[in-house]
């Protein structure tokens, strides 16, 4: 099948973009700045890359105005080029080609309802009382448990698991390993009067609650509620191998990077950005419109809008050692500055 042709002056039009050069330049996709060839369209957000600029062989560039006169190929204009590449690009992605139906080898409880337009892949599995909505497509091997709902038009990938008393909604793109529903870590310790025990499990009695349009990445876990549920709001967007404790809640179109995780009961707030492997204790609150860097531990409550970070940037292995060999007298050190302070103004 040939590749689908696109023109600058179709392109300006279609996604309200000014355009420079010639508009019947076109494009059948998408590349960087450094491989893109005469018949791609390649972008400039990051300034890193602009250097890039100069010698791009790409057809057709998505960049800011003040970056246009900078270019040699055919341009669009946009406030924000990532954003605009991303729609643009959108054309040319392959669709999974998924039939209406349900495959030979898979399981469907007597009591589970599939709608006629989804498509339930094989060795499928869906327990009892659990429906599939319209246009969902179930990747082989998803299983599904009792209770849940899979919204319309949801795409399972492969090997998703719902375990139970799980709710998803319309539009959702769950990739493959993902983990939904499965137990939280609820312990308790029962001491003995001789200072010994035993742990004792509590039971997980929720389940967890995911908006429309929400993405969930590859291995990524959300464990269900202890009492009550877990809950993601409407465009919730999880990366790879992220933990998301019982009954954590995060706003509508918060985004986390891969390995972040979430302690139970915490609320993330609505427009957040995680970095990849931060991790937020429990039982604390996050505002609106927060972001925490890469690595970063949050150990309380934040109640402000902002950027905020926690560790020590890399640095050569001696000077770490040494500052890593003074941190421990950092106590001290504060206490006789405020010896000396107190001196001065004696």
């Known amino acids: 099948m040939t590749a689908a042709r696109h023109t600058l002056a179709d392109l300006a039009a279609r996604f309200g973009l ?16 450094e491989t893109a060839t005469p018949e791609q369209l390649a972008f400039l ?31 669009l204009i946009a406030a924000d080029p990532y954003v605009a590449f991303a729609k643009i690009a959108a054309l040319f992605e392959r669709a999974v080609a998924a039939s209406p139906g349900i495959h030979p080898s898979a399981v469907v409880a007597a009591s589970a309802r599939v709608a006629a337009s989804a498509s339930i892949g094989p060795f499928c599995f869906i327990g009892e009382n659990s429906g599939v909505g319209e246009g969902a497509v179930l990747g082989a091997h998803c299983s599904i448990g009792e ?4 919204g319309a038009q949801a795409h399972l990938v492969a090997r ?7 709710t998803l909604g319309k539009r959702v793109l769950v990739h493959p390993g993902a983990v939904i529903g499965a137990d939280g870590f609820g312990l308790a310790f029962d001491k003995t009067a001789s200072g010994q025990g035993s742990w004792i499990k509590v039971p997980q009695l929720g389940g967890v609650r995911i908006g429309d349009d929400c993405e969930i ?22 990366d790879n191998q992220i933990q998301i404790a019982h009954n954590v809640h995060v706003g509508a179109h918060t985004a986390m990077a891969g ?16 970095g990849g492997g931060a991790g937020v204790v429990g039982h604390i609150s996050i505002a609106d419109k927060v972001t925490i860097t890469a690595r970063s531990l949050v150990t309380h409550s934040i109640v402000e809008p902002g950027e905020y970070s926690s560790g020590t940037p890399i640095q050569d292995n001696r000077a770490w050692r040494r500052n890593a060999a003074r941190f421990k007298h950092l106590d001290e050190l504060v206490r006789r500055v405020q010896q000396l302070e107190k001196e001065a103004k004696q």
């Open 18 to 33: 000014q355009s420079r050069g010639d508009g019947g330049q076109s494009i059948d996709g998408v590349g960087t700045l």
């Open 45 to 75: 957000a990051n300034p890193h890359y602009r250097a890039q600029l100069a010698n791009t062989q790409a057809g057709i560039v998505v960049l800011r105005e003040a970056d246009a006169n900078a270019c040699r190929s055919a341009c």
């Open 147 to 150: 209770r849940c709902q899979v």
């Open 160 to 166: 998703v698991t719902l375990v139970r008393d799980v």
């Open 217 to 238: 990445g590859a291995n990524t876990t959300i464990d269900r509620g202890a009492i009550g549920d877990t809950v993601l709001e409407d465009d919730v967007r999880l």
């Open 259 to 274: 390995c972040a995780a979430v302690a139970g009961s915490a609320r993330i707030g609505r427009y957040c950005l995680i």
